[in-house]
């Protein structure tokens, strides 16, 4: 059963760092793509960064291209995003998901729960 469990959500002031973590169990990382994604208040998900773990080659949404990366671990079968610079509109529940599928970008079929994570002062 493919299960993703994300985790390192919380709050934190304009500028600083978090590091989420989803962390993948029922299959195994290393031929598949990830994805993070992210809902706003009021508005729609969005698809935030995307890891081809087969070839390691990463995308980014341009809102967050220079202050995310994406990182997969295929020892511990997590995928990590490094956030850096954190605005207030980056506040959003983060999910990670997964289609099982090889290529980013990704229509998700199978779904973490999600992190909150907020910016504010």
């Known amino acids: 059963q493919v299960q993703l469990v994300e985790s390192g959500g919380g709050l934190v002031q304009p500028g600083g760092s978090l590091r989420l973590s989803c962390a993948a169990s029922?299959?195994?990382?290393?031929?598949?793509?990830i994805g993070w994604f992210r809902q706003a208040p009021g508005k729609e998900r969005e698809g935030v960064s995307c890891?081809?773990?087969?070839?390691?080659?990463?995308y980014y949404v341009d809102s967050v291209k220079g202050r995310f990366t994406i990182s997969g671990d295929k020892t511990n079968n997590t995928v990590y995003l490094q956030m850096n610079d954190l605005k207030p509109e980056d506040t959003a529940v983060y999910y990670c998901?997964?289609?099982?599928?090889?290529?980013?970008?990704?229509?998700?079929?199978?779904w973490g729960q999600g992190t909150q994570v907020t910016v504010s002062s």
């Open positions: 890891i081809s773990n087969i070839n390691g080659r990463t």
């Open positions: 998901a997964t289609r099982l599928t090889t290529a980013c970008p990704i229509e998700p079929l199978h």
């Open positions: 029922g299959f195994t990382l290393d031929y598949y793509a």
